[in-house]
């Protein structure tokens, strides 16, 4: 019981608190320089996470119209938007358990650190996945024909993506654009792909560039998706992350380090999406 109340007052100790608000920072620091849906997701909503969703609006074209037209009809044209609306409702959680003897030895946190790489890692590999499968749920598998060299495969979803034409969207540039490939699609355009310029620091997946375009390398595409090129911000995906707390376990001398992921994503603008894949994609 002594051991308990040492341990119940080491973690309210401020020092303590301190080390381990550091330790969160570097969990979502590293969760923002490794995933790839990082670089990719749309940021522009409104509100936090934190409030249960996240606004983002999509603004119709602009109308040229012959001048005067304004004057004539004593207003300007509306600005048409629509409005979409990104709920945090994918609540995940790592609780893990930890001795009591352990704690004594390596400390709070210690221990805490010890974990906070792998539950950065475990993190980011369930946010790239969920964006990834949202991303190709929502926008269009492209049609190979007779093609079969993923070189030509790139090529032409690059055209289809670049010629991308709705009420919100006029064309695409180049460095609007992302491609992402799984590892044997990378391995079979290495020699396409340009290097990173020297000096350059790979973050988030990004292996080079194609076509002027930034390439990036995920082992988390769905199953089957050899290549995505999409216009960066087609999804959203807000999220937080709880900081740590340590909790008691009953009647064991054992101690609980939890962490909480809500996060939610939605796709924004599917028909900036192309993704390739051998067969139909099941999700």
Not at 4 to 21: C, M, R, V, Y
Not at 79 to 92: G, P, S, Y
Not at 145 to 159: C, E, F, P, W
């Amino acid at each position: 019981m002594a051991k308990e109340k040492a341990l119940n007052i080491l973690i309210q100790d401020s020092e303590t608190k301190d080390d381990l608000a550091e330790i969160l920072d570097g969990v979502l620091e590293n969760i923002q320089v490794g995933a790839v849906s990082e670089a990719l997701k749309n940021r522009n909503g409104s509100g936090t996470p934190t409030s249960g969703s996240v606004l983002y609006k999509r603004f119709v074209n602009a109308t040229l119209n012959s001048l005067g037209t304004a004057r004539t009809a004593g207003k300007g044209s509306s600005i048409e938007a629509a409005t979409i609306t990104v709920n945090i409702n994918d609540d995940k959680e790592i609780v893990e358990e930890v001795a009591g003897k352990d704690l004594n030895l390596y400390g709070i946190a210690g221990i805490a650190a010890k974990r906070a790489d792998n539950q950065a890692k475990r993190i980011k590999a369930y946010l790239d996945r969920a964006f990834f499968a949202e991303a190709v749920n929502g926008g269009t598998q492209f049609t190979r024909g007779a093609l079969t060299d993923i070189k030509d495969i790139v090529d032409a979803m690059i055209v289809a993506a670049k010629e991308t034409s709705s009420d919100f969207i006029d064309g695409i540039d180049a460095e609007d654009l992302a491609i992402v490939l799984n590892g044997t699609a990378r391995k079979e355009m290495k020699n396409k792909i340009d290097a990173l310029p020297n000096g350059t620091s790979p973050s988030n997946g990004r292996i080079g560039t194609y076509d002027s375009i930034e390439v990036y390398e995920s082992n988390r595409l769905p199953q089957g998706v050899d290549a995505i090129v999409m216009l960066k911000g087609a999804v959203a995906q807000p999220y937080y992350v709880d900081e740590f707390s340590f909790e008691k376990i009953p009647l064991v001398d054992s101690w609980a380090i939890e962490s909480f992921l809500h996060a939610g994503v939605k796709t924004l603008m599917p028909e900036t999406i192309i993704y390739d894949a051998e067969s139909n994609v099941s999700l």
